[in-house]
């Protein structure tokens, strides 16, 4: 089992940043690719973002492209999401996952390859 848990959320302004966090624990020992999602209330859950086992391959969701960006510091067990420009669009709970992997470049933007989710934090975006 592996446990995820987002904190970074909270209210900001059209055009500011957050940085949103998802500490990992549990069976860390095997190989994770990592994802973020979100979901705006009546939608479905997005993909956001995604991330390698080895940290060195990334991939983006088309509107989040050139604004956020996905990272992972394994001394830390923690993968990161820095958002920058932020949309009123944007406002969303954000969730984190991770999808058990056998390499160490694979990565996916699909949700139902992810084993574990994390509860999520909610990011407010105001115009």
């Known amino acids: 089992q592996v446990q995820l848990v987002e904190s970074g959320g909270g209210l900001v302004q059209a055009g500011g940043s957050l940085r949103l966090s998802c500490a990992t624990s549990?069976?860390?020992?095997?190989?994770?690719?990592m994802g973020w999602f979100r979901q705006a209330p009546g939608k479905e859950r997005e993909f956001v973002a995604a991330i390698s086992w080895s940290g060195t391959s990334t991939v983006y969701g088309d509107s989040v492209k050139g604004r956020l960006t996905i990272s992972r510091d394994f001394a830390k067990n923690t993968m990161y999401l820095q958002m920058n420009s932020l949309k009123p669009e944007d406002t969303a709970v954000y969730y984190c996952?991770?999808?058990?992997?056998?390499?160490?470049?694979?990565?996916?933007?699909?949700?139902?390859?992810?084993?574990?989710w994390g509860q999520g934090t909610q990011v407010t975006v105001s115009s």
């Open positions: 549990g069976r860390t020992a095997s190989r994770y690719a």
């Open positions: 996952a991770a999808a058990q992997v056998r390499t160490n470049n694979y990565y996916t933007a699909f949700k139902s390859a992810y084993d574990y």
